[in-house]
């Protein structure tokens, strides 16, 4: 079968409605392809008569790469006039967003690839900039553009939502101080999607953001998921007071595990005058304090009681050691009932004067959280899912070397954890 060598261009170039013009000096690695857009004579918007070529220019976009090289694709933009001198339209270009929206310098196919290798896989953008040979901002303002585009057209993204999880994360460390900056996610706890990200960890941002939703899907929510956190108990107090709240068990537990850590400090401190050493039996068990009994092996267990037995005197630590493993076991009991009953007995005994000051610290905040824990066991709603998306969104810093703007960050976690509709990419044009 023979192609016209016309046609056969087109089709290796494969975009709608241009005319290859040709391929430019070859310089090793890189293909620059010269195409002109096919345009009907345009008429003066002002005057209606038909317009005058003016001039040509060549504009360079960034393209896909082709046969193991990068390509440029030249395009010949052709400016037209009023040949009425006295019209006084000036000159004009027609767009062709289907090469590339105006302004950009990637052409729509790479804009839209590139968006979904960072967006959607998790690339850096440096990694994806090295492929397309161009430079990091080139790729990351597109990333940007097209995500925020292909996010505002996918309308139904966020679904009914039955158990909706709030989290912090820390966003970025910023300026001379490296003062922290949060931020807030909004999570559906029984699947895991992220459902949005707002600025701040206090109790307005999420707020608003829940005020923005329609009621009917707010009310909607059965389950109101947080850390043992007061800003967000009053985010769902106002803004859904008919929801019931739970604590999420993996902030419990971690905060049993941080008052035995506190202790060791202590206990450390008080009897060697410093904080740990290498060479101090605190010191060297504080992992296998944190380690869950069940994971402990006999030699791990021998030599945890050894090291207590050196360094801890008063049998503090031990102390924090087993209401930390007596939190962990609120969650193996299946009966809510059971389970409220031992939470309220375990609450009382740990502020018992004999124990120490973080223990009674500990007690007194299960006392405080009381309904939401046990809550738990009846939702069996976790922010498991919320973790989750945290180290997705963990993984995304991570490959973008952290983020300054907000907006950025924002958008880069939605791509990836918040499952957006990407069949909807082909069809959408950034503005
Ligand atoms: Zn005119």
Redo the contacts with the bound molecule.
């Keep these: 079968m023979e192609i016209d060598p016309t046609r056969m261009c087109e089709l290796l170039v494969g975009l709608p409605d241009i005319d290859v013009v040709g391929v430019a000096d070859p310089t090793p690695g890189r293909l620059v392809v010269v195409v002109a857009a096919r345009e009907t004579r345009p008429v ?6 038909a317009g005058w070529v003016k001039d040509r220019r060549e504009v360079d976009l960034v393209d896909l790469p082709a046969f193991d090289q990068t390509v440029t694709l030249r395009v010949v933009r052709t400016r037209w006039c ?3 001198l006295r ?3 000036g000159s004009w270009t027609l767009e062709h967003p289907g090469i590339a929206p105006a302004g950009h310098r990637l052409t729509t196919r790479a804009g839209r690839w590139a968006c979904e290798q960072v967006g959607r896989w998790g690339r850096s953008v440096a990694e994806v900039a090295d492929a397309l040979g161009c430079d990091w901002h080139t790729v990351n303002d597109a990333v940007i553009a097209y995500g925020e585009a292909l996010l505002d057209a996918d309308g139904d993204r966020i679904g009914v939502v039955r158990a909706l999880s709030l989290d912090e994360t820390l966003f970025v460390r910023e300026g001379r101080w490296r003062t922290q900056r949060w931020s807030t996610q909004m999570v559906d706890a029984r699947n895991g999607q992220l459902l949005d990200v707002v600025a701040g960890r206090t109790a307005d941002a999420p707020a608003r953001w829940l005020e923005a939703r329609d009621p009917t899907w707010r009310a909607r929510i059965q389950w109101a998921v947080m850390d043992l956190s007061g800003p967000y108990r009053a985010t769902f107090d106002t803004m859904l007071p008919h929801a019931t709240q739970v604590a999420d068990p993996f902030h419990v537990v971690k905060l049993a595990g941080s008052k035995l850590d506190e202790c060791r400090r202590r206990v450390q401190n008080e009897t060697l005058g410093h904080r740990g050493h290498k060479a101090d039996p605190l010191y060297r068990c504080r992992r296998l304090l944190l380690a869950a009994e069940e994971r402990l092996d006999r030699k791990g267990d021998a030599k945890l009681q050894g090291l207590l037995r050196a360094g801890d005197p008063k049998g503090e630590v031990a102390y924090a050691w087993h209401a930390k493993e007596a939190v962990r076991f609120l969650y193996d009991i299946p009966n809510p009932d059971f389970a409220t009953r031992y939470l309220d007995e375990l609450a009382k005994d740990l502020q018992d004067r004999e124990f120490p000051p973080e223990v009674r610290s500990l007690g007194r905040t299960l006392k405080r959280w009381r309904n939401q824990i046990v809550a738990w066991h009846r939702s069996r709603a976790t922010n498991g899912p919320a973790e989750a998306v945290n180290n997705l969104i963990k993984r995304v810093k991570r490959v973008a070397f952290g983020f300054r703007k907000f907006r950025h960050y924002r958008i880069r976690s939605l791509l990836y954890a918040g499952r957006p509709n990407w069949d909807l990419l082909a069809t959408i044009t950034p503005r």
Excluded: D, K, N, Q
Aim: aromatic share 0%; glycine share 16%; net charge positive.
């Design positions: 003066c918007g002002r005057c209606s008569t009023c040949p009425r019209c006084g339209i």
